[in-house]
């Protein structure tokens, strides 16, 4: 946990995959609070890997789909579990598969989980496709502030997909462009910023993002001056202030 939390996704996947292996040493059925462990260790592994796959894009599709993988299995672990559903949606989300239940299905098929009842409990777990009933932006700050930044893009995505006033629409953006810099997508993130940006051109975040984009992008100079231009354009500078401040002596 201690290494997800610090960004650190491919050391944290192998400590969860050792977790896994010592708790299925033992090739026996596990006890209900067996399964509700393996189902946490199974989750946080499908979280991993969705990270792993924005952080690569060379591999994404194969850390794509071993999330798929590991969130099946936590859901027939934990048949009706919520964050189980929404570890296969943001996989499935990840994959960009038309086909996400077909491909879900065949996962179950492969997977050695044994017993009737154990499938048909998964069977009646609600689909993966039911949305939350809590407001899309509301649980998307609930998950940035979790750090499950892939899961937070998702949530204000959803949001983006209702009307709203400039500002609440700049806001959303300028969020999904703090989840997708957190992710290592820069220019997805640099995308969202200049629309948050257009939107509400007096907001002094929206400058914060597109400068951050930027900087991540390598453009150090361009990030400095974009701060500079929004110390203009903005009433709430201070940050600004700060931030530009902060990258002077690299410029």
């Given at each position: ?11 944290a ?8 292996n ?13 399964r ?9 592994l499908?979280?991993?890997y ?11 599709e ?7 993988r ?7 672990l934990r ?7 929404k ?9 960009g598969c ?15 989980l044994?017993?009737?009842g154990e ?13 939350s009933r ?14 499950d ?9 959803e949001?983006?997909?209702d ?22 997508r820069?220019l ?28 991540g992008?390598?453009?150090v100079?361009?990030a400095y ?12 500078a201070l ?12 410029v």
């Amino acid at each position: 946990n201690a290494a997800y939390g610090a960004g650190e996704f491919r050391r944290a996947a192998r400590h969860y995959e050792r977790a896994v292996n010592s708790a299925e040493a033992s090739g026996r059925a596990p006890s209900e609070s067996e399964r509700e462990t393996l189902g946490v260790l199974h989750s946080n592994l499908s979280a991993c890997y969705v990270q792993l796959g924005h952080q690569d894009v060379a591999s994404g599709e194969a850390m794509f789909r071993k999330a798929l993988r590991h969130a099946q299995r936590c859901i027939h672990l934990r048949p009706g579990w919520q964050k189980a559903l929404k570890r296969r949606e943001d996989a499935v989300r990840a994959l960009g598969c038309a086909a996400g239940d077909d491909l879900a299905r065949s996962l179950d098929a492969s997977l050695e989980l044994g017993g009737r009842g154990e499938s048909q409990a998964a069977a009646r777990a609600p689909s993966s496709n039911t949305r939350s009933r809590e407001d899309p932006k509301a649980e998307g700050d609930r998950l940035f502030k979790r750090s499950d930044y892939a899961g937070a893009e998702a949530r204000y995505t959803e949001a983006l997909e209702d009307e709203g006033s400039h500002h609440h629409r700049a806001k959303l953006f300028s969020n999904r462009s703090a989840c997708r810099a957190k992710l290592g997508r820069w220019l997805p993130a640099l995308q969202d910023g200049q629309t948050a940006l257009k939107l509400s051109p007096k907001w002094y975040k929206a400058w914060m993002r597109v400068a951050c984009a930027m900087e991540g992008l390598g453009n150090v100079l361009d990030a400095y001056c974009v701060y500079c231009k929004g110390l203009g354009q903005c009433e709430e500078a201070l940050e600004l202030w700060r931030a530009a401040a902060s990258l002077l002596p690299r410029v």
